[in-house]
């Protein structure tokens, strides 16, 4: 399969979706959904985990002793999330190459995203955007196109 502008790997997001949350959908440049992903997990973690635990000084020491004080629940909470991260880059990863997919093969509009029934039609019934046509596509990459001036009639 080629890959074009719109295609994206499902791994890729998936690697950077475990090494940080949000990266996969950086990504896929889904930005809403990345700032919504860090601000759940943020909010998550600032409201299950304990003030009392967070440790004063930032040696390597008092993180790891603080990081193993952190109740059961709030760490599976938490890791809950994360897995739910990953799993929604890919699957956003996956739906953005089937759409890259079928607006290739001219089952779907490129502006609007519906689907195309006809093969036959110029231009797509929902938006009115002028759909290229084989006919079309040929004769321009020929630099074959007819004007009004070269038609006699």
Excluded at 18 to 30: A, C, K, N
Excluded at 85 to 101: F, I
Aim: net charge negative; with cysteine; hydrophobic share 40%.
């Amino acid at each position: 399969m080629t890959e074009t502008s719109s295609t994206k790997r499902p791994w890729v997001a998936i690697v950077l979706s475990v090494v940080f949350p949000g990266l996969g959908h950086v990504y896929l440049r889904e930005w809403i959904r990345t700032g919504l992903w860090l601000a759940l997990l943020f909010a998550t973690a600032w409201l299950v985990i304990p003030p009392d635990i967070i440790p004063q000084e930032t040696s390597a020491e008092a993180i790891m002793q603080a990081s193993r004080n952190i109740p059961d629940e709030a760490s599976l909470l938490i890791l809950g999330l994360r897995v739910l991260n990953v799993v929604d880059a890919y699957v956003l990863a996956r739906q953005r190459n089937r759409t890259a997919d079928a607006v290739e093969s001219g089952r779907q509009c490129p502006e609007c995203g519906h689907e195309l029934d006809d093969d036959d039609i110029t231009f797509c019934p929902w938006c009115a955007t002028e759909l290229e046509t084989g006919t079309d596509a040929e004769s321009e990459s020929n630099g074959a196109t007819t004007s009004e001036s070269d038609i006699d009639i």
